[in-house]
């Protein structure tokens, strides 16, 4: 079963530091596009950060300059480094992933479970 499994939400004070982690498992060839999304309540789910296959980023405004997003293509990972954090960055981190199951098809896409990140004043 491939599924995407996220880590290291949790609770830190304003001006913190927090690290998110996102690994592929099951059956997979491969993952191109990787990315981060949040939704926080009554909001819509917005994309935070993403990372193509060969590195390029794209973030959102709200985040330039303090998050980071990387990736390791070996073991189908994406990480998303958040610093200075803010208590708007409060919400539910999702991982996304387009993931080759087998050569020579197009990715399917993929969503994780999501984990909380609360940011306290």
């Known amino acids: 079963q491939v599924q995407l499994v996220e880590s290291g939400g949790g609770l830190v004070q304003a001006g913190g530091s927090l690290t998110l982690s996102c690994a592929a498992s099951g059956s997979i060839v491969s993952a191109n596009a990787m990315a981060w999304y949040r939704q926080a309540p009554g909001n819509q789910r917005s994309l935070v950060a993403s990372?193509?296959?060969?590195?390029?980023?794209n973030y959102a405004d709200s985040v330039k300059g303090r998050f980071t997003i990387s990736r390791d293509n070996a073991k189908n990972t994406v990480h998303l480094q958040m610093s200075s954090l803010k208590p708007e960055d409060t919400a539910v981190y999702y991982c996304?992933?387009?993931?080759?199951?087998?050569?020579?098809?197009?990715?399917?896409?993929?969503w994780g479970q999501g984990t909380q990140v609360t940011v306290s004043t």
């Open positions: 996304n992933a387009d993931l080759w199951l087998a050569p020579s098809t197009q990715p399917r896409n993929y």
């Open positions: 990372i193509t296959r060969s590195a390029r980023t």
